[in-house]
Nanobody
Framework: VQLVESGGGLVQPGGSLRLSCAAS????????MKWYRQAPGKERELVAL????????NYADSVKGRFTISRDNAKNTVYLQMNSLKPEDTAVYYC?????????WGQGTQVTVSS
């Protein structure tokens, strides 16, 4: 099982980034996918999730209207489009695959929002 995040980096406030998470080693289309983030000195928090068929999405209040989660089951990939980024969005972003009692995690990608 492998989850590999990419797309992080340094961006100015108000800018955009698109994170990707490529999955392998499990039946991606049967798993709910989630994006978490963890800022220095803070607990890991759930940012967004999308059900296995993409029919339902959910977002943390802090990112509603700015972030969009999506998935492509043909490519075994989940995305997080992040717009209107703020300094408080700075964190390591992790993708997570969840089904029943199984959950798999990626290694994380750093997002830094700074001028």
């Amino acid at each position: 099982v492998q989850l590999v995040e990419s797309g992080g980096g340094l961006v100015q406030p108000g800018g955009s980034l698109r994170l990707s998470c490529a999955a392998s080693g499990f039946t991606f289309s049967t798993y709910t996918m989630k994006w978490y983030r963890q800022a220095p000195g803070k607990e890991r928090e759930l940012v967004a999730l999308i059900t296995n068929d993409g029919g339902t999405t959910n977002y943390a209040d802090s990112v509603k209207g700015r972030f969009t989660i999506s998935r492509d089951n043909a490519k075994n990939t989940v995305y997080l489009q992040m717009n209107s980024l703020k300094p408080e969005d700075t964190a390591v972003y992790y993708c997570c695959a969840k089904r029943l009692w199984y959950d798999y995690w990626g290694q994380g990608t750093q997002v830094t929002v700074s001028s």
